[in-house]
């Protein structure tokens, strides 16, 4: 018998990093060029991919910095009007693994607070960069999420046990693999490159019936043809007939029922 919902052989959940220009003002404050090309994001990329999701019905997740929300809060509107799931992030896009105590619970107070403005309790939390810092699981779970994404030990859902201590959270686990930013930035590789790597990966979870997790960023992936070939590759998926795509919400809430 299998791990997913009734009539499905594996689960697929979409997610996107929507950074904008959030990491770019703390790292490279006087950069306004790389600046702007985090803004092609709110202006260009988010109305292109909740297109493309609206014709092929899909449901994702988007993980929002604080700083996201609190600069384009319409384009995070209009998110929510689509129906996806938004997850906390950060507020600037922080390497949580370099701060204090203090300025981590600041980090996660300011973040919540941008979402709270347009009537968001997000469940699900990833941190930037998927950095941590060895008290960060303590904070999420102060916070009161239910789901956490950002370990690679697994390529199924699972729940997540820190210091061999029970959590209560699920870990929807990731993938430096499946993330479109070494793709497209770290290794300038082509559309078609990354589809070669991606699509077998996802035959095999297939096969198998595991778990494909996909982190976007849309101002990596919303240029035109590499929105292309993520269309390509989604409609790869959906011929199966037997692939649950699945919010984040989604799978932690059915792993629990699964497991807890």
């Not at 770019?24 to 702007?36: F, K």
């Not at 479109?180 to 490159?193: A, G, I, L, M």
């Not at 996802?202 to 976007?216: A, D, M, P, S, V």
């Amino acid at each position: 018998m299998g791990f997913w919902p009734k009539g499905y052989k594996c689960c697929v959940n979409l997610s996107f990093d929507y950074d904008s220009d959030s990491a770019t003002i703390w790292r490279t404050p006087l950069d306004i060029v790389n600046q702007s090309r985090g803004r092609f994001a709110p202006n260009v990329a988010i109305p292109r991919i909740l297109e493309m999701l609206d014709r092929h019905e899909l449901k994702a997740t988007f993980f929002v910095p604080g700083w996201t929300a609190d600069r384009y809060p319409d384009s995070v509107k209009d998110i929510i009007k689509h129906g996806h799931e938004i997850g906390a992030h950060g507020y600037t896009h922080e390497r949580l693994g370099e701060l204090s105590w203090e300025i981590e619970e600041g980090v996660f107070e300011r973040s919540l607070s941008a979402l709270k403005k347009l009537g968001v309790k997000p469940e699900g939390f990833r941190a930037p960069y998927w950095l941590i810092s060895d008290r960060t699981i303590e904070r999420i779970k102060q916070f009161g999420f239910s789901y956490d994404s950002d370990f690679m030990d697994n390529d199924m859902p699972y729940m997540l046990e820190w210091r061999g201590n029970p959590t209560g959270l699920v870990e929807l686990p990731v993938e430096w693999m499946l993330d479109d930013w070494p793709q497209y930035d770290t290794y300038k590789r082509s559309p078609e490159e990354a589809y070669k790597e991606w699509k077998p990966e996802f035959e095999g979870i297939h096969r198998l019936g595991r778990y494909f997790g996909l982190t976007c960023h849309p101002q990596a992936t919303g240029r035109i043809s590499r929105l292309d070939m993520l269309e390509k590759l989604l409609t790869d998926m959906e011929e199966k007939g037997d692939v649950w795509f699945a919010t984040g919400k989604e799978v932690a809430d059915w792993t629990r029922k699964k497991l807890a």
